[in-house]
């Protein structure tokens, strides 16, 4: 069981990047899930979380406008589209699962559970 992020890397700014998340051994069709990151001696924060069905998002207002989340449930896979990168974009990203079916568009850490491993995103200057 585990949720795979992947398409992290060295990334300029003002470019893009793609982050993906796939899954095994879990099924992600029935809960919302989410995008966090955690720069260097920072606490991990919410980028992006969308409900079960895509029909609702949330972003933080560092991202808004900048980063889409996504998902496919066919593929049980969530995505994260990253344009407009800014150094301070830099961290590591990592997807995670609701906690519960019953959370519609949770955006707090406590509220997920089953974490991928992370990925390594670094936007140079």
Same mark, same amino acid.
């Given at each position: 069981?585990?949720?795979?992020?992947?398409?992290? %890397?060295? %990334?300029?700014?003002?470019?893009?990047?793609?982050?993906?998340?796939?899954? =095994? %051994?879990?099924?992600?069709?029935?809960?919302?899930?989410?995008? !966090?990151?955690?720069?260097?001696?920072?606490?991990?924060?919410?980028?992006?979380?969308?409900?079960?069905?895509?029909?609702?998002? &949330? &972003? =933080?207002? =560092?991202?808004? %406008?900048? !980063?889409?989340?996504?998902?496919?449930?066919?593929?049980?896979t969530v995505y994260l589209q990253m344009d407009s990168?800014?150094?301070?974009?830099?961290?590591?990203?990592?997807?995670?699962?609701?906690?519960?079916?019953?959370?519609?568009?949770?955006?707090h850490v406590a509220e997920f559970g089953y974490w991928?491993?992370?990925?390594?995103?670094?936007?140079?200057?």
């Amino acid at each position: 069981v585990q949720l795979q992020a992947s398409g992290g %890397g060295l %990334g300029q700014a003002g470019g893009s990047l793609r982050l993906s998340c796939a899954a =095994s %051994g879990l099924t992600l069709s029935n809960y919302a899930m989410g995008w !966090f990151r955690q720069a260097p001696g920072k606490e991990r924060d919410v980028v992006a979380t969308i409900s079960r069905r895509s029909g609702r998002t &949330y &972003y =933080s207002d =560092s991202v808004k %406008g900048r !980063f889409t989340i996504s998902r496919d449930n066919a593929k049980n896979t969530v995505y994260l589209q990253m344009d407009s990168l800014k150094p301070e974009d830099t961290a590591v990203y990592y997807c995670a699962r609701a906690i519960s079916t019953t959370l519609v568009v949770p955006h707090h850490v406590a509220e997920f559970g089953y974490w991928g491993q992370g990925t390594l995103v670094t936007v140079s200057s």
